[in-house]
């Protein structure tokens, strides 16, 4: 219903039934405070819901358009006066309806208003309100079913308030505006903080700046959010989102939009995630200006005069910048250099860019360290009060060959006849980081430990990460046991629970446990692992048989030389060595969890959201585009089976990315919504509290019966975890990126650039993306730098295709590449086929290493069919020379 302002006139001699122009008369008014006229016959025949009355023009009849009476309808007409006015209605319309016609619902907005005089007029609404008044009816209003936002002279216009109550209103709104019960958004209207199209959670931006928000209700689906509607919000910004439906399929498109069922905007941001970032320096006309490293970052920051750093940085360096002032988007953000960092080829100042960046600090508070070392470096005779002595037990840890904390230790031992006695041994953090002391407010505050290539930044003093509460061979620790009964096919049978003391045998990395579980048995504790080993591949069949998902992919792990360099990069399966310490995890995980909820104690969950449905039915359209049979995705079996099949093809293990693209990000939440992944209605974490405050927390709830696991709500506290968790993830995924680009910068200055096998993950115009399993990273070939030949890109055929060597590329595909370009201050890179072009540079590429705001695709390690090679100068022309394009019609033919 179009919004029509209509100009009011008086109609000079005109009476009650008089008609002069001989068109229909009715009476007006203005029924509610939802802005719609409502028109009535004189005789008291309403509009009725007929097609004409729904598309009445709104009628503003205090609204003065001036002559020839402005006076005529000041503080004299209000929404419930009922008034006499003359519509002219169209011939066609009266032809068409006919004399007994409704046609109150008819009007055209050409048509004029006759105002002739007022039938009846109740006394004013509101002839003299207070504050508190007018916020109590100002609610009312705002609270309206139909109440849509509105401008500050809009809402005075709908509550009939006289002139002089302005004043009074904007208090009021702004009264209510402070005390969080109304919002200003976009256009300066107005919309209550209840209101069910105003959504909150935490925002993710891609590159190319549109934005998804994660609803921190876990019963919303994710709101798509367009570029030019994201505002001044930065990336993991916790921000207020109105939302609308996104418009539905139209004809001339060939499918639905996808990836989300809503779209909104930013109106609102309730908290920012940091507010310093690090860039390089640059010189504008103005001064200085901070280009972000961060590619999500929309524009440069300004850096006003008398805003730098006590020592002034030159062109190009690496500086961190604040934040300080962003008006609007279309407007540049301003800020203060805070501290100089130093040229960006200098050593060492990667590493601490991604340290400032991510506002990582390695070193504790000094009332943190003093409460750490208060408890010295053994466990005392009084802290083994109360527990279960389990120094007896054949107890062993396995972990990575570089681990210093180590969280967990197993031990097993036959329990009669096809029954096992498993006990799961995790440290026991709670026992010295107690809630509001000074460990725990700065263990909150981390989050985690984040582990950096070149470093690990501890969410505990080393005091307790690496000597106190790590479970260290020969030496006595506390812990928190689960005690499982379990049978030879993997079916738990009961558990325990309580607090226990351990001395570790032996320390195993997993490598070294690889080599004992391939080999044969021989004392204890190797037989102990061969039958641990046993009894966890049939947990992790039935696991499987339940419904969990395999997403497994092999990791890489980078090593440098003293000097800070690529030395060499590792690969890592998911062995039977990781598969043995992984399901006993995973079995303890899900017992605790189990226990919490019987016990209905407050506690924090590792929750996995199901994919959008929107989502999957796209991946399953990709899918059957390959000819691959597909099932309903929304059932989980039929994933199951998907994931089987692919798992038999060459364009499997591309598929498989695809589908990992499509989940959603586990989180923690207050409430056990349960993990579609891994396909547990009850799952947590628990086993890793040295470097996880959520598996703190359990600790508490489990054995502490506290109501008070933390000093803040659980779900504010789940929410920050969450958030701490992608920042370090972030975090370290930059660490490895920044010596990768510095690895592969040295490969293209040494003039011989090392080639790597890689995968086709995706198509697109532009190029194609690719994952190189070596490096453990994805990347893209942009088309430009397929130089042998002019390629195209084929959305039908999923190909991309030569035309004229008829070379063809597509998903899943195996490709030998070399890096092309390399640009270290934007972190973004782009890689070529091995041997079709020269004189790589340095210079600014096309696409990025990754895309920003969401999970790097993991690496595969599933064949591909090889492509044919392109065709040699030889094959397209004897004489080696290029063959010609076909004439055009109308022109000269072109050399390719």
């Known amino acids: 219903m179009a919004a029509v302002r209509w100009e009011a006139r008086p109609a000079e001699g005109a009476r009650v039934g008089a008609d002069p122009a001989g068109s229909k008369t009715f009476v007006c008014y203005k029924a509610d405070s939802s802005r719609r006229s409502n028109l009535s016959l004189p005789d008291g025949r309403g509009t009725g ?97 139909n109440y849509t936002p509105a401008t500050l002279s809009e809402i005075h216009e709908d509550l009939a308030l006289l002139s002089q109550d302005q004043p009074a209103l904007q208090r009021s709104l702004r009264n209510l505006e402070r005390d969080g019960i109304i919002l200003r958004i976009k256009g300066g209207r107005y919309l209550p903080t209840d209101s069910s199209r105003l959504v909150a959670g935490r925002l993710q931006l891609t590159k190319s700046g549109r934005g998804f928000l994660t609803p921190e209700d876990p019963a919303l689906p994710e709101i798509a959010i367009a570029a030019r509607e994201t505002g001044t919000a930065l990336p993991d910004d916790r921000v207020l989102v109105l939302i609308e439906e996104l418009p539905k399929k139209r004809f001339w498109q060939r499918s639905a939009p996808e990836a989300a069922t809503l779209s909104g905007s930013v109106v609102s941001i309730i908290e920012r995630r940091r507010s310093r970032f690090v860039g390089s320096c640059h010189r504008n006309g103005k001064g200085i200006e901070v280009q972000p490293d961060d590619p999500r970052f929309p524009r440069g920051i300004t850096i006003l005069p008398g805003k730098n750093a006590p020592t002034p940085p030159k062109p190009g360096d690496k500086v961190v910048v604040e934040l300080t002032r962003w008006v609007s988007r279309h407007s540049a953000p301003e800020g203060r250099i805070v501290e100089v960092l130093g040229a960006p080829s200098a050593e060492g100042i990667d590493m601490l860019g991604v340290l400032r960046q991510y506002d990582l600090q390695g070193e504790f508070p000094p009332a943190v360290i003093k409460e750490a070392r208060r408890f010295g470096r053994h466990v005392q005779p009084a802290d083994l009060t109360g527990r279960r002595d389990c120094r007896g037990q054949l107890v062993v840890t396995i972990d990575p060959d570089d681990a210093r904390d180590f969280d967990d230790a197993i031990c097993l031992e036959p329990a009669g006849a096809n029954r096992w006695k498993l006990w799961v041994h995790i440290a026991d953090v709670s026992h010295y980081v107690r809630p509001g002391s000074a460990l725990d407010v700065e263990a909150r505050r981390r989050g985690n430990s984040s582990y950096l290539v070149d470093r690990v930044i501890p969410m505990l003093p080393e005091e307790l990460s690496n000597e106190l509460c790590s479970l260290k061979p020969h030496v006595d620790r506390l812990t928190k046991c689960v005690e499982f009964l379990i049978s030879s096919d993997g079916r738990v049978l009961s558990t325990d629970f309580y607090p226990a003391v351990i001395h570790s045998k032996k320390r195993f990395t997993y490598a070294e446990a690889l080599a004992v579980l391939q080999g044969k048995p021989g004392d204890a504790t190797t037989t102990m692992l061969h039958e641990a080993s046993a009894l966890a591949q049939a947990i992790r069949k039935r696991r499987f048989a339940d419904g969990s998902l395999d997403l497994d992919f092999p990791e890489t792990k980078i090593r440098l030389d003293d000097g800070g360099k690529v030395s060499r990069i590792d690969r890592h399966d998911n062995d039977i060595s990781h598969q043995l310490i992984e399901e006993f995890m995973l079995l303890a995980n899900e017992a605790v969890a189990g226990r919490l909820m019987k016990l209905k104690r407050p506690a924090i969950y590792r929750t996995h959201e199901a994919p959008d449905p929107d989502r999957l039915k796209s991946y399953r359209e990709e899918v059957l585009g390959h000819s ?43 409430d056990p919504v349960g993990h579609y992944g891994l396909a547990k209605k009850k799952y947590t974490h628990f086993t890793s509290p040295i470097r996880r405050y959520a598996d703190l927390v359990v600790h508490r709830s489990l054995f502490a019966n506290a109501k008070h696991v933390c000093g803040d709500p659980l779900h504010e506290v789940a929410d920050h975890l969450s958030s701490t968790e992608r920042n370090s993830a972030d975090a370290e995924r930059d660490s490895k990126d920044v010596k990768l680009h510095a690895y592969l910068l040295d490969q293209i200055r040494s003039g011989t650039p090392q ?142």
């Open 49 to 145: 819901p007929g097609l004409f009355s729904r598309i009445i023009p709104r009628l503003w009849p205090l609204r003065r358009s001036g002559s020839p009476a402005p006076s005529l309808f000041r503080d004299r007409s209000f929404p419930r006066d009922v008034i006499l006015a003359k519509f002219a209605i169209p011939p066609f319309l009266r032809k068409l309806l006919g004399p007994g016609c409704r046609a109150t619902g008819a009007a055209c907005p050409k048509q004029q208003l006759a105002f002739t005089e007022r039938l009846r007029t109740p006394p004013h609404p509101y002839p003299s309100l207070s504050n508190q008044s007018m916020e109590k009816h100002l609610l009312k209003h705002l609270g309206h079913k």
């Open 628 to 670: 691959i049979p597909c099932g309903n995705l929304n059932k989980p079996e039929e994933v199951k089976r998907l994931l089987a099949r692919l798992g038999d093809l060459a364009i499997g293990a591309a598929l498989k990315i695809g589908f990992l693209r499509s989940l959603q990000r586990a989180r923690y939440t207050a």
């Open 755 to 896: 080639r790597y096998e890689a995968q086709v993950t995706c198509l697109r115009d532009f190029g194609f993306s690719i994952d190189i399993a070596a490096l453990g990273m994805s990347a893209m070939v942009p088309i430009s730098l397929l130089v042998d030949d002019h390629y195209r890109h084929d959305s039908a055929a999923k190909q991309i295709a030569g035309r004229r060597g008829r070379r063809l590329i597509r998903l899943g595909d195996t490709l030998e590449v070399e890096i092309a370009k390399v640009d270290i201050t934007r972190k973004m890179i782009d890689f070529r086929l091995a041997g079709t072009g020269e004189g790589a540079s340095s210079g600014s590429p096309r696409a990025t290493s990754r895309h920003r705001g969401g999970d790097r695709a993991p690496q595969s390690n599933h064949p591909a069919a090889p492509v044919a090679a392109a065709p040699t100068a030889s094959e397209e022309d004897p004489t080696g020379r290029p063959r010609r394009r076909r004439r055009r019609r109308g022109g000269k033919a072109k050399a390719a």
